[in-house]
Each structure stands twice: as C-alpha cells, then as structure tokens.
C-alpha cells in the first residue's frame, strides 16, 4: 500500500519568513496530494490540494509543488502569520480516494 | 463544502463496553469514511463506509471490532467495540464533496471528531 512521509516533524520560523514541509509516496498510482491544518482541538480543515496534471498550484501565500518523477510534493508559506502555527498534514490518495496521511509537522511561527 | 456533524463529540466510557459515534451530513454524499486520530498522531483509515453494503476495512482493522452502517447517503456509524484503554483516540468521519472548480469532487471533508476515552 501507500506510504507516506513528511519532513520536517517540527518547524519554527519568524513571522513574516517562509515555511517549507516536505512530504514523499511511495505508489507511483497516486494522484491526489491534500494538505491538512489542524489547529489544536479542531478537525483537520482542508488548504490546498494537488493533482498528478499539475506541477504547481497558488492560493494566495500557500502553495504546493508536486514532482511525480521522484514522488515528493511540497507545501509553501509564505509571509506567515501567528495563525498559520498548527499541525500541517499531507496525505496522497490513487484508486479509490483512500487517503493516506504524511506523520505532520508542528509549525510555529514566533513573533 | 457540506456540513458535517458527529455525535458525540466526547464521551468517556468503561473497558468492555461499546460506543457507537453518528455522522450525519446536510447534503447526500457518495463516499463517507472513517479514521482514528491516536493521541499525537496522523490518522489512520478505519474503513470505507458504503451505502447499502459491507464497510470496506483497512488492514488491521475488523468488522467486530469496528462495526459501521450506511443506512442512507447522508448518515453513517461507527461502533467500538470491547472497549480497551488502546482505544482512546479521536474517531473523524469525512466525506467526499468538491466545492467547485479549486478543488475536486474527492476533495474530503471531516467531521468535528469525537474524542473518546477509555477507563
């Protein structure tokens, strides 16, 4: 089956500094790559996700970039803010739609 | 997106016994799901709920264990069962509904989550 990891585990920038988290899979047949916030308490909230016909994909100052050749997609922040601190999620899903979850990362974001 | 209600949202039982959680979404959906969020951790697929059929199990998950229904499509249960202090999790139902054309028709959505805890 899938398998999917996520790098790094903890992450703490600056406000206003980018933020980079990096996931892998494993199945070549995947073609679905969400990325998950969780704010502590709450459900996973959906903010961005990919699919394997596109490269890249912008919503204001998130973006993610997905290479299929080496199976690694990633997540962009840019100017982060004290809300954007949670814990990020990326997950891959092929046949089925059953999605496969990346360990997620802590970000914080200091003042 | 359509919205999605659990209930409970927290319940605190004794080993042995059962807990059955609902998921009841505002709009008929194809696909529901449930997955278990362990203290601290990702989540993990339980199974697909399907309608007017068997759940679909992941690996390492049973139906005795973790009995689920699809009665309509817009309702689904989960019941643990022979409840164990290894059971204490957060249990999220998520479905499948695009909401336009940024996301898909898979996109999925959760649940609020119930958190349950064994004693």
């Known amino acids: 089956g899938e398998n999917v990891e996520q790098h790094p585990s903890t992450l703490s920038v600056q406000e206003g500094d980018s933020a980079v988290i990096k996931c892998t899979y494993s199945d070549s047949a995947s073609n679905y790559f969400p990325w998950y916030k969780q704010e502590l308490g709450k459900r996973p909230q959906l903010i961005i996700d990919i699919r394997s016909n596109v490269g890249e994909k912008k919503d204001q100052r998130i973006a993610v970039t997905l290479n299929k050749t080496a199976k690694h997609f990633s997540l962009h922040i840019t100017e982060t803010q004290p809300e954007d601190s949670a814990v990020y999620f990326c997950?891959?899903?092929?046949?089925?739609?059953?999605?496969?979850f990346g360990t997620g990362t802590q970000l914080k974001v200091e003042l | 997106s359509a919205v999605i209600s659990q209930k409970p949202s927290r319940d605190i039982c004794q080993r042995g016994t059962s807990l059955t959680i609902q998921c009841q979404v505002d709009s008929q959906v194809t696909m529901m799901f449930w997955y278990r969020q362990q203290p601290g951790q990702s989540l993990t697929l339980i199974a697909t709920a399907n309608q007017g059929s068997e759940a679909t199990y992941e690996s390492g998950f049973v139906i005795d264990k973790f009995p689920i229904s699809r009665p309509n499509l817009t309702f689904s249960t989960l019941t643990v069962s022979n409840l164990s202090p290894e059971d204490s999790s957060i249990y999220l139902c998520s479905v499948e509904g695009g909401q336009g054309a940024f996301h898909g028709l898979d996109t999925q959505y959760f649940g609020p989550g119930t958190r349950l805890t064994v004693l």
């Open positions: 997950a891959a899903a092929g046949g089925g739609n059953k999605l496969t």
